[in-house]
Every structure is written in structure tokens, then in C-alpha cells.
């Protein structure tokens, strides 16, 4: 089992906004919007994605399926993935698994509060890498969670 971490995110919305956004996963259908908007491409731009990535996960949005508790994307050379909520703590920690995927993954988002009107939030997935994954795509898992942990910082969360 490979652990990566992302580092903590502020953001400026409560906690209760915060994890009602990510304890429903039907709420995360509102990203295929944000894809198409000039300021979020923007962001994207600045972080060294190319315009490839951006059309193949616009693409992989348009396709997928939201429900409460499950989100399932079909992605080229994976195939069809789901991931599904498995634990909710209310307010501060929301727990998923993938199905389907050629590696099991565990992930975490953490939310945890800074003020009344602020929240801070970290990103945590467990991998099951023997070593000679952990050395293929270690660094890519981990460049993938920050860059996971950058986008929900990006989210509205009114």
C-alpha cells in the first residue's frame, strides 16, 4: 500500500458547504461546466496541462454518470471506472473506493474548519502499488493528488 498526501487547502467557504459538496457525488456534476469556463482553463493553463488533457477530460466528463454516491467515468485505455463513497464522518472527512480499476484506490478528503466562514482541506489516497508500480507511477500518483487537491480548491462551494 502506497500513502499520498496532498498539502492543505484554504478555502473560503465553510465546512458544511465544503463537505455537503463532496458527501453528494451528484453535486459533482456541475465540473462539466467548470471545465468550459475561460477562468478555470486559465488555471489549468498556468498549471502545465496541455490542451490535449484538457479536451480528454472534457471528454471523460461529458460521459460520465453522477449519483449520490457513485461517480463512473469511462477512460480510455482503464476502461469503465466507479467510484463510490463507502464512509461519511459529517462535516469532516468523506471516504471513497474505486471499482473496476486495475489498481484499488482508497481516498479521503478531509475537511476541517478555520473559521466560521473559512475550511481548510486535505487530500489522502491509498494505493495498492507493489514496488515496481510504486516506482512507474508514484510521483505521477502523487503529482495527481495535488493537482486533485488544486481543482477542489477551485470549486464553488456557495
Sequence with gaps: MATYKSSVKHLQYPQSNVYAKFADLSNLEAIRERVN????????????????????????????????????????????????????????CVKYTTSNSPVGVTLWIQVLPTSDT??????????????????????????????????LAMIPYN
Design 118 to 151: 473559512t475550511s481548510k482541506i486535505l487530500v489522502t489516497l491509498d494505493a495498492e502499488l507493489n514496488i515496481f508500480l510504486r516506482g512507474i507511477i508514484g510521483n505521477k500518483l502523487k503529482d495527481g493528488v495535488e493537482k486533485f487537491a488544486d481543482f
Design 37 to 92: 469556463d475561460p477562468a478555470v482553463q486559465n488555471v489549468i493553463s498556468s498549471q502545465n496541462v496541455s490542451q490535449d488533457q484538457v479536451e480528454q477530460l472534457r471528454q471523460i466528463l461529458n460521459d460520465a454518470q453522477f449519483t449520490p454516491d457513485s461517480l463512473s467515468v469511462n477512460i480510455p485505455a482503464l476502461g469503465n471506472i466507479s467510484i463510490n463513497i463507502v464512509d461519511r464522518e459529517p462535516e469532516k
